[in-house]
């Protein structure tokens, strides 16, 4: 790429990824939020929208050095800045991909909660199946038969 459409690729190239970070930010954030409307899902997106940034950012310095093979007329430039655009489709996605599967294992962690209280408290539950008439955790036992005390050795 010659060097005076090496500015116009790196600034067309960093618009894209800036704009497409703000709106998988905004996106994310209600996205993790959820329909309740709780809160915590802001730093989650803006985790992932900065690793989409680093990423994509680092695709658009490579394109705008690699392949010396281009030359520098405008069907070169247009070509390099589809394969841009490509490439950061595919991040967009894999971010996309990330996020959803951040908010499932919320979604699950969530209904589990909410299950909780139904369960029965295991402190609450015998460890053993009692005898008839001994209830709870720790049943009486019989002494042994050899020293008349409960298991000595």
């Known amino acids: 790429m010659p060097d005076n459409e090496l500015p116009g690729f790196l600034i067309i190239g960093l618009i894209f990824v800036v ?6 930010y905004r996106g994310a954030r209600r996205y993790l939020n959820g329909p309740d ?5 802001g730093s989650v997106a803006w985790m992932m929208v900065t690793v989409f940034h680093l990423a994509a950012i680092g695709v658009l310095a490579l394109l705008a050095v690699v392949a010396p093979d281009w030359s520098g007329s405008t069907a070169a430039f247009v070509g390099r ?6 490439l950061m489709a595919v991040a967009h996605v894999l971010t996309l991909a990330v996020l959803a599967r ?4 919320h979604v699950v962690e969530s209904r589990y909660r909410e299950r909780e209280p139904d369960r029965p408290d295991v402190a609450e539950q015998p460890t ?5 008439g001994q ?8 002494p042994d038969i050899g020293h008349q005390g409960p298991y000595r050795a």
């Open 102 to 105: 951040r908010r499932q294992d």
């Open 37 to 41: 409307g709780r809160e915590g899902g």
């Open 135 to 142: 209830e709870g955790r720790a049943p009486r036992v019989s």
């Open 19 to 24: 704009a497409d970070g703000q709106i998988l």
């Open 128 to 132: 053993v199946t009692p005898v008839p």
């Open 81 to 86: 800045l589809g394969v841009f655009l490509l």
